[in-house]
């Protein structure tokens, strides 16, 4: 539970906003009583459903990267800090990367790169 809301902490926040934003519309005096039930319902779920897909692709995509991590392959990761030197980190097991806490970690490396910022290299 706590990974998801690492994962999804700011996605909730925007849709806790756009909730926020609905309940405002619809108890203004123009708009009918039984608005506000319908809308505030309708954008739960469709935030909870936009959300939920989004934890889902994004734990499948970590699950492909673990299993080719573990398997040899080269993993690229994005490069936020450093974008003139590179804007993607090669990450293999072989250049003494390890994965602790579904982060990326090595001692020839200032930084941890997390799982769900990476893709496996073709």
């Known amino acids: 539970m706590k990974e998801f809301f690492i994962l999804e902490g700011a ?17 203004r005096p123009f708009m009918d009583k039984k608005s506000i039930r319908k809308s505030l319902t ?11 897909g989004h934890y889902y692709i994004t734990k499948s995509r970590m699950n492909k990267v673990l299993i080719a ?18 804007q993607f980190v090669t990450i293999n097991k072989n250049l003494e990367w390890s994965i602790k806490d579904s982060q990326f970690i090595s001692p020839n490396y200032t ?6 910022r990476c893709i496996v290299e073709k």
Do not use: M, P, Q
């Open 11 to 27: 996605y909730i926040v925007i849709g806790l906003f756009i909730l926020a934003i609905a309940l405002f519309v619809t108890t």
């Open 69 to 86: 991590f573990n398997s040899g392959k080269n993993i690229l990761c994005e490069n936020r800090i450093y974008t003139k030197a590179a």
């Open 111 to 116: 930084r941890s790169f997390h799982l769900a």
């Open 42 to 52: 309708i954008v739960f779920l469709v935030i909870a459903l936009l959300i939920g």
